[in-house]
C-alpha cells in the first residue's frame, strides 16, 4: 500500500509542476500541452485513490 500512495503523491506532484508550467509558458502550443498533461495527471491521480480506497480494509 504504500507504494500506491507514493504513486499517487508523485501523480499529484507531476499535476501541478505541469499546472504550473504551464501558467508560465509563453508558447500557447506549449501552455495547452501542459494544461493537457497537468490534467492526465490527475486522472490517473484519481484512478489510483480509487484503487487504494478499493483495496483497504
Same mark, same amino acid.
Given at each position: 500500500m504504500k507504494d500506491m500512495r507514493a504513486h499517487l503523491e508523485k501523480r499529484r506532484i &507531476? $499535476? &501541478? &509542476?505541469c499546472e504550473l508550467i504551464s501558467k508560465l $509558458? /509563453?508558447?500557447? /502550443?506549449?501552455?495547452e500541452l501542459l494544461a493537457k498533461l497537468a490534467a492526465h495527471h490527475r486522472i490517473l491521480a484519481g484512478e489510483v485513490e480509487r484503487t487504494i480506497? $478499493? /483495496?483497504e480494509p
Open positions: &507531476e $499535476a &501541478e &509542476e $509558458a /509563453t508558447s500557447p /502550443t506549449k501552455k480506497s $478499493a /483495496t
